[in-house]
């Protein structure tokens, strides 16, 4: 059944494409990139791609980046990482078995991780706007030289839209405004964009306004697992009592649905070519996000959560950059940037007919400073680079009863006396471009991070201890050797070290909770470190290009989640559950190795077959439990398109697939959440999409898309919420 709806959605899509032979003789010409024009921006200076080791990848289209619900599914449906969710309001990626904190997320060349970002899953990347993104590149493998702590399996860079300046003498308006509707999950979405540019300055605003409601799940299931992701049942208040509500539709997951803004504005001064100031205000906020995984937890046929929800999660970013190029002293290049980053989180949860809701807040301050000069002399570059950033964190918490409004003292998420965090750092990174042909790469940076905790009411958790405190110092490293041809065949080997220092949440996190199970501190634990050696390769050609990489890291004084003992017990009662006491260790010297694929062929001058897979394996060994699957690490998975572009409309036929996740390679302790799964683990899937863009008018562009044409119901493995069934999604862009 399954082969011949694949087959007849293949012969519609060639009716779609309108293909024959006639209309491929007349299609229009399209350049493939070649390997001087590919250029990619991560290091802060503009850099060809040819010359840098490290693999990286480039999203920069507007289909690729702003036609998507948000900038988790941007990443989701390039094939190029894996993605996480916990909930719909979210997304955590993975780098080569690396998420959350061991990944640094970067927007505007300021670094989004913060004291308290987990090691678990983390939804933060929806707080930055796809909808005024401009480009997004993945740097794979370490990449501490350049970006510092966190950044062991690799960085996610973000850049949005800059101002333009007039190119008149008059002072010019343009912009446009985009309306995104979607069918699975009710999406309503729109952007308003306005640039303002006169000769010297410019502004650049942007609002978006997103309401997303309750996803719906795909109906076809897979005959072993015919219940599999069902909500039958959901929690209603009804007067002072929770009622469980039969769902009449159990493929609709209620309880994942929300509303998010955000706001960009951005200034531009150029008094000259070669002096730019920009000051860069960013703002996010949503409504109240439900963690769907949690709500939808059974035991003992009931629900274990009446309430569980994120409050609003707000992001607040002031930057100013300045950026100075071709001067007459040592630096010819200088960009500095200062930032003010301002985020609020909190959690919000209440168990089945339990009238106590537990409150917890944390509010975090970020100041950060990025100065990075360049040095150009003869055949070599030199790049030195001074970071600082420094975290303050409040942590508060209550316990409200519903019925009577009376409040109670309960435990913190983190310490809740004064609370802060340091990164300072200073590297170099040297380029010598030996010929066209041959690029040496290398750097050093000296890490310095700095942790101050302070418990000040220990009452309710009794620890044996009333502060934390770190300092940490790390030298990290790279030296990469890129050989490419005139032909536009680039080689190159790399060899790149990861540090990772642990932060307020891996130190002063008080208790963190799962069903049955607590996590608790550990003030002994230690950095972590990766040593990665790889191989990656490149051709480019107008028809026929294609790249691979083959990767081996070495994880050292990896913190792994395993038995712990609490002031000499192995469990404790938390919120009124007898829970197994776990904590943070460093146990563990994990292996993870893997490759990737990908290739692009020109069919006809209009038509083009495009493909990426990619293959992880990660274990860890320790004394006691011998060689376990590390988690994190998810199952083989891919794209493959077909593709026509032309002047007037566009079309795209893709594939989306993840292989399985057996349950033999899951992580019993760790974050691969197998209550989440089947019993055997996460089953294999695969989805047919269809997307058409049509050039209406000059300014008028409208895009529709068919998700998931089979109505496949999966779920992305470790994920807590089933992905979106068929799916019809229409994009409309009005330029001005």
């Not at 399209?30 to 200076?45: C, I």
């Not at 994942?256 to 996010?284: A, C, M, P, R």
């Not at 050093?444 to 905790?453: E, H, K, M, S």
Request: aromatic share 12%; net charge positive.
């Amino acid at each position: 059944m399954c082969r011949k709806k694949m087959i007849s959605s293949i012969l519609m899509l060639v009716s779609v494409l309108g293909i024959n032979a006639q209309q491929l003789n007349d299609t229009v010409k399209t350049n493939s990139a070649l390997l001087d024009d590919v250029v990619v921006y991560s290091s802060r200076f503009a850099e060809k791609f040819k010359r840098v080791a490290q693999t990286i990848d480039v999203l920069k289209t507007r289909e690729q980046l702003n036609y998507q619900p948000n900038t988790a599914d941007a990443l989701i449906n390039s094939g190029k990482l894996f993605v996480q969710k916990s909930q719909q309001g979210g997304g955590s990626p993975v780098i080569r078995g690396f998420e959350a904190s061991r990944i640094l997320m970067v927007v505007d060349g300021v670094r989004m991780n913060n004291a308290i970002y987990r090691a678990g899953h983390l939804q933060n990347i929806i707080t930055i706007d796809n909808m005024v993104l401009d480009r997004m590149e993945i740097l794979y493998g370490p990449s501490s030289t350049l970006f510092g702590s966190d950044a062991l399996g690799g960085v996610i860079s973000l850049s949005t839209k800059d101002p333009i300046l007039s190119t008149t003498h008059k002072t010019q308006f343009s912009g446009a405004t985009t309306l995104r509707y979607s069918s699975a999950m009710q999406e309503n979405r729109g952007n308003i964009q306005l640039n303002i540019g006169g000769q010297k300055w410019a502004s650049f605003t942007s609002v978006s306004y997103g309401s997303f409601g309750d996803l719906v799940q795909g109906r076809n299931r897979s005959a072993a697992y015919p219940n599999f992701g069902k909500r039958n049942i959901y929690v209603e208040r009804v007067g002072n009592i929770d009622m469980i509500i039969p769902n009449s539709n159990p493929n609709k997951q209620i309880g994942s649905g929300y509303k998010q803004v955000d706001i960009t504005q951005k200034f531009l001064y150029q008094g000259s070519e070669k002096v730019q100031h920009i000051l860069n205000l960013q703002f996010s906020n949503t409504n109240d996000i439900p963690r769907y995984d949690r709500l939808s937890e059974i035991s003992g046929g009931v629900p274990v959560f009446s309430e569980w929800y994120y409050g609003p999660q707000l992001r607040n970013m002031a930057a100013y950059h300045l950026n100075v190029k071709e001067q007459s002293g040592f630096f010819k290049d200088i960009k500095i940037t200062t930032s003010f980053q301002d985020i609020e989180e909190s959690r919000m949860a209440r168990r089945f007919q339990n009238s106590s809701k537990d409150f917890r807040w944390e509010r975090i301050k970020v100041f950060g400073l990025n100065i990075d000069a360049k040095h150009y002399y003869g055949k070599h570059e030199l790049h030195i680079g001074v970071e600082s950033y420094s975290n303050y964190v409040k942590s508060t918490a209550e316990r409200t009863n519903i019925l009577t409004g009376a409040k109670s003292r309960i435990t913190t998420r983190y310490s809740d006396g004064p609370t802060s965090m340091a990164t300072h750092a200073i590297f170099a990174q040297h380029t010598f471009k030996i010929s066209d042909r041959l690029t040496i790469n290398d750097g050093l940076r000296f890490n310095l991070v700095q942790l101050n905790a302070q418990f000040v009411d220990t009452s309710v958790t009794r620890f044996p201890f009333t502060k934390v405190k770190q300092s940490n110092q790390s030298i990290t490293g790279n030296l990469g050797i890129v050989y490419a041809t005139k032909n536009n065949l680039r080689a190159a080997w790399v060899f790149s070290t990861g540090f990772r220092s642990p932060n307020v949440d891996d130190l002063a996190k008080v208790f963190d909770s799962r069903t049955g199970l607590v996590v608790v501190p550990n003030t002994n634990i230690k950095p972590e470190y990766t040593y990665n050696i790889e191989f990656n390769l490149n051709k480019y050609s107008n028809s026929f290009s294609y790249g691979a990489a083959v990767f081996y890291t070495a994880f050292e004084n990896a913190l792994v989640l395993d038995k712990y003992l609490f002031n000499g017990q192995d469990s404790i009662f938390y919120s009124g559950v007898k829970s197994a006491v776990f904590a943070l260790q460093n146990k563990a010297r994990a292996r993870i190795y893997g490759l990737s694929l990908n290739a692009s062929v020109k069919l006809v001058e209009s038509l083009s077959f495009e493909g990426v897979i990619n293959f992880t394996k990660g274990q860890f060994r320790d004394a006691v439990n011998g060689i376990t699957p590390l988690d994190h690490v998810p199952p083989t998975y891919g794209r493959v398109s077909l593709k026509r572009q032309g002047p007037k409309w566009n079309a795209d036929f893709w594939v989306l697939f993840n292989g399985w996740k057996r349950l033999a390679d899951y992580n019993l302790n760790g974050e691969d959440n197998l209550q989440y799964a089947t019993p055997d683990g996460m089953p294999a899937w695969y989805t047919l999409n269809l997307r058409s863009s049509f050039q209406l008018k000059k300014q008028i562009q409208l895009q529709v898309a068919l998700e998931n044409i089979l109505d496949t119901n999966y779920r992305h493995f470790a994920s807590g919420i089933s992905a979106s069934g068929r799916n019809l999604s229409l994009s409309l862009r009005v330029a001005y």
